[in-house]
């Protein structure tokens, strides 16, 4: 079974940055894409953006082309998000999630092609 825990949310200011930690208990990262997806208060989860087994893959959703990065160190087991110029909807528990695959096909499927999950990181950003 893996796990999945994700670090580094918190309080920041809007125009602020902050970078999330997903690491994976896992012999290697190498068979599984990588997505984050968060959930607002009182709303769906969605997709945020997703990185290939290799990182031959990336993709985002609209609202954070230009501001979020997403990239993988397999030596570490570990997912990253930095997100830079953040806004105030931007504030959601973020969650990180695996695929048994190598080009984020099942995040194109949305909640339902992911296999595992971890238990989210809060990001609040406020003034």
């Known amino acids: 079974q893996l796990q999945l825990v994700e670090s580094g949310g918190g309080l920041v200011q809007p125009g602020g940055s902050l970078r999330l930690s997903c690491t994976v208990s896992?012999?290697?990262?190498?068979?599984?894409?990588i997505a984050w997806f968060r959930q607002a208060p009182g709303k769906q989860r969605e997709g945020v953006s997703c990185i290939g087994s290799s990182a031959n893959s990336t993709n985002y959703t609209d609202s954070v082309k230009g501001r979020f990065t997403i990239s993988r160190d397999n030596a570490k087991n570990t997912v990253y998000l930095q997100m830079n110029s953040l806004k105030t909807e931007d504030t959601a528990v973020y969650y990180c999630?695996?695929?048994?695959?190598?080009?984020?096909?099942?995040?194109?499927?949305?909640?339902?092609?992911?296999?595992?999950w971890g238990k989210g990181t809060l990001v609040t950003v406020s003034s």
């Open positions: 896992a012999f290697t990262l190498n068979p599984y894409a």
């Open positions: 999630a695996a695929e048994r695959g190598h080009y984020c096909s099942g995040y194109a499927l949305g909640l339902g092609g992911m296999d595992y």
